[in-house]
Nanobody, 118 residues
Framework: QVQLVESGGGLVTPGGSLRLSCAAS????????MGWFRQAPGKEREFVAH????????YYTDSVKGRFTISKDNAKNTVYLQMNSLNSEDTAVYYC???????????WGQGTQVTVSS
């Protein structure tokens, strides 16, 4: 089991920045990758970015490339999502997820709200 707790969401004006954190606990040492997803009102949950726990390979959805950066601190068992140049389309609940075996996102956090509005 892996427990995930997100933090760092909030209200930001267009063009602003936020950094989300995801603290992982439990059986994290063997986790293959960690990721961020988001769900906007009335829309399905969508993938944002992932990072492999060992090696740190990253992948982003096209809409956030060049604006968002996913990173990790293995010593703290924490994954971050630095979000820059935010716009209204980034408004969503952001979820952290863990894929322990490389076969699917099995564990999810409770989500943190990000609202981009003037």
């Amino acid at each position: 089991q892996v427990q995930l707790v997100e933090s760092g969401g909030g209200l930001v004006t267009p063009g602003g920045s936020l950094r989300l954190s995801c603290a992982a606990s439990g059986r994290t040492s063997s986790t293959y990758r960690m990721g961020w997803f988001r769900q906007a009102p009335g829309k399905e949950r969508e993938f944002v970015a992932h990072i492999t726990w060992n090696g740190g390979s990253t992948y982003y959805t096209d809409s956030v490339k060049g604006r968002f950066t996913i990173s990790k601190d293995n010593a703290k068992n924490t994954v971050y999502l630095q979000m820059n140049s935010l716009n209204s389309e980034d408004t969503a609940v952001y979820y952290c997820a863990a894929d322990p075996l490389g076969s699917g996102w099995l564990f999810w956090g409770q989500g943190t709200q990000v609202t981009v509005s003037s």
